[in-house]
């Protein structure tokens, strides 16, 4: 099971919006609706983000979203911050024999 | 309050055998998958599997299959990540996460970092 793809960093300054990719085939990303997504900043545990491509858990700003096309999910954070300055994983399901992976993780940078 | 608690640092040597603990409290503790994640110095996450305290059926990543052992004591809500014979490349944080009924890890613990080194 390869890891999903995504850019290795992403960029902008503050009130922005970006957008995070996270590319995987038809046997995970493609084939469920169950995309994760994890924020991680230095020396902390990560935190869920989005779950279920688009659902957000209680507590996480709604400048937070995530969506799905084919094999790519995306997270999109808007109106920027400085706290928003960390690593970013998606995770994706991959059916009961193989059930979960990752992203190859994506450091935002505030400008 | 939902948590997992992990178990402290460890430092080993290679050969050596290791079995780190990560206890459940706030939940029912065998109605819930718990999974393990690996990340290694400066790297990504990586699934290394899950356990269903429950009934203990448990699935293993390809990658972590045959490297280490997932094991859970649902009458101490703790499960557990074991080495027979640790490596320095076996160097890494390791978190414990619960698995919601959505497929998503929803609680993490603090992390176990794990040294191996002579």
């Known amino acids: 099971q390869s890891a999903l793809t995504q850019p290795a960093s992403v960029s902008g300054s503050p009130g922005q919006s970006i957008t995070i990719s996270c590319t995987g085939t038809?046997?995970?990303?493609?084939?469920?609706?169950?995309v994760s997504w994890y924020q991680q900043h230095p020396g902390k545990a990560p935190k869920l983000m989005i779950y279920?491509?688009?659902k957000r858990p209680s507590g996480v700003s709604n400048r937070f979203s995530g969506s799905k096309s084919g094999n790519t999910a995306s997270l999109t954070i808007s109106g920027l911050q400085a706290e928003d300055e960390a690593d970013y994983y998606c995770c994706s399901y991959a059916g009961s024999s193989s059930s979960y992976v990752f992203g190859t993780g994506t450091k935002v940078t505030v400008l | 309050e939902v948590q997992l608690v992990q178990s402290g640092a460890e430092v080993k040597k290679p050969g050596e055998s290791l079995k780190i603990s990560c206890k459940g409290s706030?939940?029912?503790?065998?109605?819930?998958?718990i999974g393990w994640v690996r990340q290694m110095p400066g790297k990504g996450l990586e699934w290394m599997g899950i356990i269903y305290p429950g009934d203990s059926d448990t699935r293993y990543s390809p990658s972590f299959q045959g490297q280490v052992t997932i094991s859970a004591d649902k009458s101490i809500s703790t499960a557990y990540l074991q080495w027979s014979s640790l490596k320095a490349s076996d160097t890494a944080m390791y978190y414990c996460?619960?698995?919601?009924?959505?497929?998503?890890?929803?609680?993490w613990g603090q992390g176990t970092m794990v040294t191996v080194s002579s």
């Open positions: 706030g939940y029912s503790f065998t109605s819930y998958w």
């Open positions: 038809s046997s995970d990303v493609g084939s469920y609706n169950l």
């Open positions: 279920e491509g688009s």
């Open positions: 996460v619960r698995i919601s009924g959505f497929d998503a890890f929803d609680i």
